[in-house]
């Protein structure tokens, strides 16, 4: 099939890459503009651009799709479908309705629950014991789409966004390449979402990131872990006497059969943080932050 590739961060890498090998052609990859990263702040590409162009796939990087230029635009690639995963842009009523077969979205949750910008995360934060990754038809609401297909997955007692999200983008793209193969076929068959179970995944604030040691231990450990790696839960650690702010990149509750770690009480019950990451240094155990720290170590309340 014609297909325009609709994504942006590394977990929508995945769903491209098996579209190309499954002999798909990909008339262009719509993702987000050059950032700004790194220590020198230079504008970074990315990871759907750098893949697309591994591909020789053209790439479209518009700040907007609401313009009539870039919706005719987009229009004159005569798509047979759009595959959309983690773009990033709204897309209006002309974008949604340009490709023959409309747009499919690949979502990390099990609708209703968790539509918007961060269901990975809020899963994980919530304590939920599973999620999963839908193909859903899209429509001009938020994640309201009828859904074509789906998968369930278990989330791990400490396991981070990261990781799971990893998880989820693998299992996606099998699940999208299996949807556009149906919607190929003429078999593709979406059934509307229950309007029972509505919860909304609000976009993760900066402000969320400071770690709240007076909640219970259970809720403090998934804090951390979905807030993991991106943007890091952090709390501020006294180094020989000098106040610092660490990163905390997974925790259990205490007792939880984690072994080492950095034990610290919470509201109720305690947890083991056993990653962290200092300030311009990679991410290591709590072990080997101890090791390197060399000094008194005191988490700050």
């Not at 907007?64 to 798509?79: D, P, T, V």
């Not at 996606?172 to 190929?184: H, K, P, S, T």
């Not at 952090?234 to 939880?256: N, Q, T």
């Not at 290591?284 to 005191?298: S, W």
Request: aromatic residues 4%; hydrophobic residues 45%.
């Amino acid at each position: 099939m014609r297909i325009v590739f609709m994504g942006t961060p590394a977990l929508a890498v995945p769903t491209l890459v098996e579209l190309v090998g499954q002999g798909h052609e990909i008339a262009a990859a719509y993702t987000q503009p050059p950032r700004p990263a790194g220590r020198g702040m230079a504008e970074r590409p990315s990871p759907v651009q750098e893949t697309a162009e591994k591909f020789g796939i053209p790439v479209r990087a518009p700040k907007s799709l609401r313009g009539g230029e870039e919706q005719e635009s987009f229009r004159s690639l005569a798509a047979d479908v759009a595959v959309v995963v983690a773009y990033g842009l709204i897309l209006p009523p002309p974008i949604l309705e340009a490709p023959r077969h409309g747009c499919l979205n690949l979502h990390g949750s099990l609708l209703p629950r968790w539509r918007g910008a961060a269901p990975i995360q809020r899963a994980i934060m919530a304590g939920d014991a599973e999620t999963g990754v839908m193909v859903m038809r899209m429509d001009e609401g938020l994640d309201t789409g009828p859904v074509c297909m789906a998968e369930r997955v278990a989330i791990g007692p400490a396991e981070t966004a990261g990781e799971l999200g990893g998880r989820l983008a693998r299992l996606g793209a099998d699940l999208m390449v299996r949807a556009v193969a149906a919607l190929e076929r003429g078999a593709l068959a979406c059934l509307p979402q229950s309007e029972t179970g509505v919860v909304y995944a609000a976009k993760i604030d900066k402000a969320e990131a400071r770690i709240d040691w007076s909640r219970p231990a259970a809720e403090v450990a998934r804090h951390i872990n979905g807030l993991s790696p991106f943007p890091g839960a952090w709390c501020e650690i006294a180094i020989g006497g000098k106040p610092e702010r660490v990163k905390v990149l997974r925790a259990v509750p205490a007792g939880a059969g984690s072994g080492a770690g950095l034990t610290v009480p919470c509201g109720t019950g305690a947890v083991d943080l056993l990653e962290l990451q200092r300030a311009g240094r990679k991410a290591v155990t709590a072990d080997e932050f101890l090791r390197g720290a060399r000094h008194d170590v005191t988490v700050a309340p």
